[in-house]
């Protein structure tokens, strides 16, 4: 099996992204950043390993996020049974 390595134009131009977008992804760092190594002052990547990050990574967008309470506004907030609001001021009935 033989590596195909580009360079930015080329992984660019293979993925269907801008060179920003490539360029964004080597700006992260870590053990899950884009696979590449440095040749010289460029860049290069190895398409297979490229192609297996991509499916690894998880859009942020689809990550479940906590379910978040939403308060109601005062005027619709339920009152304790038996009070009536009239004109503002609570009466019991």
Do not use: C
């Amino acid at each position: 099996m033989t590596s195909l390595f580009l360079d930015v134009e080329g992984l660019a131009a293979a993925l269907g992204v801008t060179k920003a977008t490539v360029y964004a992804w080597t700006a992260q760092t870590g053990p899950d950043s884009i696979p590449r190594v440095r040749l010289g002052k460029r860049l290069g990547f190895d398409l297979a390993d490229v192609i297996h990050w991509l499916k690894t990574q998880q859009d942020p967008r689809q990550q479940q996020s906590p379910a978040r309470v939403r308060r109601l506004p005062a005027r619709i907030r339920r009152r304790p049974a038996g009070r009536v609001r009239v004109n503002g001021a609570t009466a019991t009935p």
